[in-house]
């Protein structure tokens, strides 16, 4: 074995700085910390600002030697990999260059395998570093924006907060709540009225580090918080996620989560730590304060006597002033705190029985029945609607002793044969409101000119199937809707009006259930006209413990294996009409697979069946993202079984594309017929691809015959080289060759003079 090299100086692995210092000189400014949300994984480390600047010397924070050093176009792009004398790793990524004999130790195992990607692991003694030695310099290798990733390790390799394990960073800011997001927790709770979350804003109050939100949020049953929390260290710097988050109800702590260490094995883990959904909405990234389906992670400080799960079924609802505090607690790394507040009660909402109304000449007569279970009605709210418009007038009325509400309201001029509807509100003392009841006021014949058109729409949150009924002309009575599963009539379900155009209800299908639901709806408008509507999906029950397969017919099949979800869902596929514009043909159709928004904790297979395909070459997978671009997913072919195969932890819309369309290569420098006049020329090329990709392991660069390792850059879609030593005066000849995933393949050669 070769002696070291003493590129770093003389070390004494006994005398190493217990503290880190800090890897790049200057203000330890972070632009990302540790275990915050990234879709699919959490964020590893500590991204430090280079004030978008790349070779900026990277410092080693620690004393100990070089064990891995790792040389991607993606993930960490050049990354150096140091074991400490504590015991700990430290990684050092994105860098633009390396150390000088690392660069060559590097340089050596590209040309032994012919691949920009490689690996090395040096010997403890090969490549020892000294606290403070620089290791190599800042760069953007494996991302868009110049930044320095830096993270620490346990023994293990698991990554742990380096802010919490002795690097400090200076920040005199609390963290700053921005929202909080309560949830019914199973079936029968709600919140504000309804079985799904309810987001409510955070403003400061007084003291910067104090928090409250405006209203109070009803809740019934079980219930849990997620909160939205941004941390800063200075004023206009970079959002930083949360070091801690702890919950409390009524004083009594229930939940607390610390962003201190997690496995990479338990990564995906992150869309169970954060609300998968509200970050794919753009609402933020919540931090759940409960373990969702009872799934404990790493990161939960303390889970409480119930999984963070409150539950309101025994509080007072008969006064509505009682109210409980729940209060979050923010932390950041330099324990500077900050404190939100959300009141929350337990009041069943009030009833309207009954409303009419009655016209005279230009006046409305209105009187209503309401009454609350648990307290007194303060007042009914009346709005007449005119078909064709929204509300034309409106009356509020106080609290009588018999429960009857009655008034009066004057009319702005309308047309004598519009359709009028009043509907009416009851409150409670404590801000509660009912649902709506509505009567026609005016029915007239012929009224409406309008076709009588019905919609029915289904929307999914979590099993819940929210249908909604929807016209364009006032409906007489709210629908009632048809429910059938695989041409079996199962039964009906009521709608309650929400307006004179909307009705709507809510469906939960038994765990268990499979096959297709068809929802006929049968309406009729003010002039005794019908009309109906229909919808349907598929559904397939997937378990925990059992898996579950969906599918559309005999196409596609999707595979959930066991322990593939975190709680029981139903799976959903559907053909998408309109799939969009592709730059290369889909040769299946395409097919939204549900829930969108669930988080996986096993990859499923997606199967296309393409018996109708006399070949499957350059047959693909593709994800289409939320632009309508269509990505492609690393995919198996069977030819022979005509079945074209895929993995995914995210579903969206799939469909198989069929890619026969070379990558392109373009502006080679140094151009062809071109003399250059330096002996060390860049050396690159434009490289891209419509379809599945640059395989960039197929990228091969010559110089006169000779392999050159050229840095693939897939973020400027870039290949680029700078000769070590000078090239002779003279002709030159430079080829390049590639594949996308696909194998079409790309060549392309440039002859130029050197002088």
């Not at 064990?67 to 860098?95: C, E, T």
């Not at 930044?147 to 390799?157: A, C, I, V, W, Y």
């Not at 988050?245 to 990564?267: G, I, K, P």
């Not at 730590?273 to 304060?289: E, T, V």
């Amino acid at each position: 074995m070769r002696p070291p090299i003493a590129l770093f100086g003389p070390v004494s692995p006994g005398t190493t700085n217990p503290d880190y210092v800090w890897p790049l000189k200057g203000r330890h400014a972070l632009t990302s910390t540790f275990a915050e949300y990234r879709r699919g994984h959490y964020h590893a480390g500590l991204d430090i600002s280079t004030g978008g600047q790349t070779g900026v010397p990277v410092h080693a924070a620690a004393a100990g030697y070089v064990a891995r050093v790792r040389v991607s176009p993606f993930g960490y792009g050049k990354a150096i990999y140091i074991k400490q004398h504590d015991g700990r790793y430290a990684v050092y990524a994105h860098l633009g260059r390396l150390a000088a004999e690392i660069e060559a130790s590097v340089r050596k195992k590209q040309y032994a395998t012919g691949q920009y990607e490689v690996e090395i692991y040096p010997a403890e003694g090969e490549f020892p570093v000294k606290q403070g030695n620089v290791i190599g310099y800042s760069g953007r290798s494996g991302c868009i924006a110049p930044h320095l990733h830096f993270e620490l390790r346990d023994g293990s390799s698991r990554p742990i907060n380096p802010l919490s394990h002795g690097v400090s960073v200076s920040d005199g800011r609390a963290p700053r709540f921005v929202a909080v997001c309560v949830y019914p927790v199973g079936l029968g709770s709600t919140v504000d009225g309804e079985p799904r979350p309810c987001v409510v804003n955070l403003k400061p109050v007084g003291n910067r580090n104090a928090y409250r939100a405006d209203n109070r949020v009803r809740v019934d049953g079980k219930f849990a918080v997620s909160a939205y929390v941004r941390d800063e260290q200075d004023p206009g710097s970079y959002p930083l996620g949360p070091y801690q988050l702890e919950t409390f109800l009524d004083e009594e702590r229930v939940f607390a989560t610390t962003m201190t260490r997690f496995s990479y094995d338990r990564t995906h883990d992150v869309d169970v730590a954060f609300d998968r959904r509200l970050a794919l909405l753009g609402d933020g990234k919540f931090l759940r304060q409960f373990a969702l389906a009872g799934t404990e992670l790493e990161v939960h400080a303390d889970t409480g006597r119930d999984g963070g799960v409150m539950d309101a079924s025994s509080w007072n609802k008969s006064d509505s002033s009682v109210v409980h505090v729940i209060k979050l607690v923010a932390q950041d790394a330099n324990e500077n705190r900050s404190e939100a507040a959300l009141e929350v009660f337990r009041d069943d909402e009030p009833v309207v029985r009954g409303t009419v109304a009655s016209l005279e000449e230009d006046v409305i007569h209105l009187e209503a029945i309401a009454d609350d279970s648990d307290g007194t009605v303060a007042g009914v709210h009346f709005k007449i609607w005119r078909e064709g418009e929204e509300v034309i007038a409106r009356k509020s009325t106080t609290s009588t002793e018999t429960g009857t509400f009655v008034g009066s309201v004057k009319l702005p001029r309308f047309p004598t044969s519009s359709h009028l509807m009043v509907e009416a509100v009851a409150e409670d003392g404590g801000g509660v409101t009912s649902k709506p009841m509505f009567a026609p006021v005016h029915a007239k014949t012929g009224g409406s000119r309008k076709p009588f058109q019905l919609a029915l729409v289904g929307e999914w949150y979590e099993n819940v199937l929210f249908l909604t009924v929807k016209s364009n002309v006032f409906l007489k009575s709210p629908p009632v809707l048809d429910l059938t599963w695989d041409s079996s009539w199962s039964g009906q379900v009521e709608t309650t009006m929400r307006t004179p155009y909307t009705s709507s209800c809510m469906y939960w299908p038994e765990l268990g259930a499979n096959g297709v639901l068809q929802v006929s709806a049968r309406a009729s408008d003010m002039n005794g006209r019908t009309a109906q509507a229909a919808w349907s999906t598929s559904v397939h029950t997937v378990r925990r413990v059992r898996g579950g397969t969906a599918r559309h017919g005999n196409t596609l099949r999707v595979n959930f294996p066991r322990n593939g979800v975190y709680r029981p869902i139903f799976a959903r596929v559907a053909p998408v009409d309109d799939p969009g514009r592709a730059e290369i043909p889909l040769i299946s159709p395409a097919y939204r697979i549900e829930p969108l928004d669930e988080p996986f904790d096993e990859k499923a297979d997606i199967n296309f069946l393409l018996n109708e395909e006399t070949s499957l070459k350059g047959a693909g997978i593709y994800l289409q993202n939320s632009k309508g671009e269509w990505g492609y997913l690393a995919t198996e072919v069977d030819e022979k079984a005509k079945l074209v195969t895929a993995s995914t932890r995210e579903l969206g819309v799939y469909a198989v594309l069929r890619d026969t369309v070379a990558p392109r290569i373009s502006a080679i420098r140094p151009r062809s017929g071109s003399i250059v006049r330096s002996a060390t020329p860049t050396i690159g090329a434009s490289v891209e691809d419509i379809g599945s990709g640059i395989a960039y392991k197929t990228i091969k660069v010559h110089l006169d015959d000779n392999l050159i390792i050229c840095e693939y850059d897939p973020f400027e879609n870039s290949i680029s080289y700078r000769p070590d030593k000078a090239l002779a005066k003279g002709k030159h000849t430079l080829s390049i060759s590639l594949s996308d995933y696909a194998g079409n393949t790309s060549s392309a050669t440039s002859n130029f003079t050197v002088r």
